[in-house]
């Protein structure tokens, strides 16, 4: 697991079956995955690996961390191996609702999480929210 925020981690699946206490909720962005009975509130944004993820879909896995975030939860953004789908969705919050620029954001999340692979389109798909969302 890595902790990108206090309140946002990326990881794998098997860090999402049994979570440290540190974590309050979980995100599940793997279109394989799913979690059965969670105990924790959950949310599933079906994301396919290494592919373009859709701007709709990337704006849904953003907007339910910042909403869980605001209410003080630690959220846990898994995927199967954690290595590119949770990356690539915690860099769109750091962009969309924390008003980062993306180069920031990448460098924000490779730092702590120095083996990332970003999503195809991650950038562009980012731009043009940024640009349809209201201020």
């Given at each position: 697991m890595h902790h990108i925020l206090e309140q946002v981690a990326t990881g794998e699946y098997d860090e999402a079956v049994s979570p440290g206490p540190e974590i309050t909720a979980l995100l599940c962005?793997?279109?394989?995955?799913?979690?059965?009975?969670p105990r924790l509130p959950y949310h599933k944004v079906?994301?396919?690996?290494?592919?373009?993820?859709?701007?709709?879909?990337?704006?849904?896995?953003?907007?339910?961390?910042?909403?869980?975030?605001?209410?003080?939860?630690?959220?846990?953004?898994?995927?199967?191996?954690?290595?590119?789908?949770?990356?690539?969705?915690?860099?769109?919050?750091?962009?969309?609702?924390?008003?980062?620029?993306?180069?920031?954001?990448?460098h924000r999340v490779a730092g702590r999480q120095p083996s990332i692979f970003l999503l195809p389109g991650l950038s562009a798909s980012i731009d043009e929210l940024s640009t349809t969302r209201p201020r």
């Open positions: 962005v793997a279109q394989e995955r799913n979690l059965a009975a079906p994301l396919a690996e290494l592919e373009p993820v859709p701007g709709a879909l990337l704006a849904e896995a953003a907007g339910w961390i910042h909403r869980m975030a605001a209410d003080g939860h630690r959220v846990l953004v898994f995927s199967s191996r954690g290595i590119s789908r949770p990356p690539s969705v915690v860099i769109a919050y750091l962009c969309l609702h924390l008003g980062c620029s993306f180069g920031e954001a990448l």
